[in-house]
């Protein structure tokens, strides 16, 4: 809601004449580019399989591993000359991890099996995970409670006094060691984690702290959890960025915000998007590019194409194979079982008779499916 009043902003501005407000090359989310991934039978339907993490990366690259992808990602806000974002929403992050602490993974996981140390980190951790999150590192062994205090402007962690002193203070500890954990969580890493079952056990704890689930519910399914730590399902967001970083012969910035000449830059992004993007990752989108994983996507930029071309095209002229985007999609039946999806795909027959409007696509019904297993 806050973006989309931000942008109205902009727009007013932009049409009233006044100053026009100005945002740093592509910061802003101009688009999104939507990945639902299933682990196979090849893979016994886990996510956390180091040849599935490779899958994952292999697909994702096909965007992010492009030269071009750089004049239209969305970028890190900051003075330098920002980098894209690539694995921020991505389960990537963590099954590709910098460093996976095995050893104190597992430290983590012992104490949070504890009923009462769950409890009281389930209280303590949104005030002090958020303070070692937003301290250097190297303060953290002179660092106490009192200064999670004075940090939160005199605000104790344990508002209610339900937990003792030295509850808090074990919290405290503990949170050096999950945030030590999760700040490797960057995708930075040359190779999958090693050890995913102990990956699992530990991302399945995350899950379970409210300052900690933020950072990994978003990539597992409905049924992962402490007692099944087998995820089907997973997703990512790819996002493009606005306003495009772009210049005239005289060195002048084309489009000073998002909502600046905003078909223009809708159209650039959208015909990179197909002529780029699009059929690679119809091909990815087939039975028979991975035995490891299904890929589904969806891709805001092209909303409007695909049901154009779904309302104006027979249908045999634009079925792919399994292709999840331009193409009408059968459901895998796993998925289907998993997601409960209230409708049956029925191929459309050709006819000599004026052709009506078409139901929505496979493709979004399967988006829409996968969602919920994923919600």
Not at 220 to 244: A, E, M, Q
Not at 248 to 274: A, C, F, M, P, W
Request: hydrophobic share 35%; with cysteine.
């Amino acid at each position: 809601m806050a973006m989309k009043e931000a942008r109205a902003e902009i727009k007013e501005s932009n049409q009233a004449g006044k100053e026009p407000i100005v945002e740093r090359p592509q910061t802003q989310m101009a688009g999104i580019f939507y990945m639902l991934y299933e682990a196979k039978k090849g893979a016994d339907f886990n996510v956390f399989d180091a040849k599935v993490a490779m899958e994952l990366k292999k697909v994702e690259a096909l965007a992010t591993g492009r030269e071009d992808f750089k004049d239209y990602c969305m970028r890190f806000d900051n003075d330098k000359y920002p980098a894209c974002r690539k694995v921020e929403l991505s389960p990537l992050r963590f099954l590709y991890a910098s460093e996976f602490n095995v050893g104190a993974a597992t430290s983590v996981i012992t104490e949070l099996e504890k009923p009462d140390v769950m409890r009281a980190h389930k209280i303590m951790g949104p005030c002090v995970d958020n303070f070692h999150l937003m301290t250097p590192q190297d303060l953290w062994p002179t660092a106490d409670l009192s200064n999670v205090t004075r940090m939160f402007s005199g605000r104790s962690c344990d508002s209610k006094k339900a937990l003792t002193d030295a509850q808090e203070q074990a919290s405290f500890r503990l949170s050096q060691q999950i945030v030590a954990i999760t700040l490797k969580f960057d995708g930075k890493g040359e190779a999958p984690v090693q050890d995913m079952a102990t990956l699992a056990k530990y991302v399945a704890y995350m899950k379970e702290l409210p300052s900690q689930a933020m950072f990994v519910d978003f990539h597992l399914d409905n049924k992962f959890n402490t007692s099944n730590t087998k995820c089907t399902f997973t997703r990512s967001i790819l996002p493009f960025g606005g306003p495009l970083d772009r210049n005239d012969n005289d060195g002048v910035r084309l489009y000073l915000n998002t909502s600046h000449k905003e078909d223009e830059q809708d159209k650039k992004l959208r015909k990179y998007v197909i002529d780029n993007l699009e059929s690679a990752f119809v091909e990815a989108s087939t039975s028979k590019y991975s035995d490891k994983i299904n890929v589904y996507y969806f891709m805001t930029a092209l909303i409007f194409d695909v049901f154009i071309k779904v309302s104006l095209c027979p249908f045999s002229v634009i079925t792919r194979e399994n292709s999840t985007f331009a193409s009408h999609m059968q459901m895998p039946p796993r998925a289907r079982a998993r997601a409960q999806p209230s409708h049956a795909h029925t191929p459309a027959r050709r006819t000599s008779q004026t052709h009506t409007p078409a139901r929505p696509p496979a493709h979004a019904r399967t988006y829409t499916s996968l969602s919920l297993a994923l919600s």
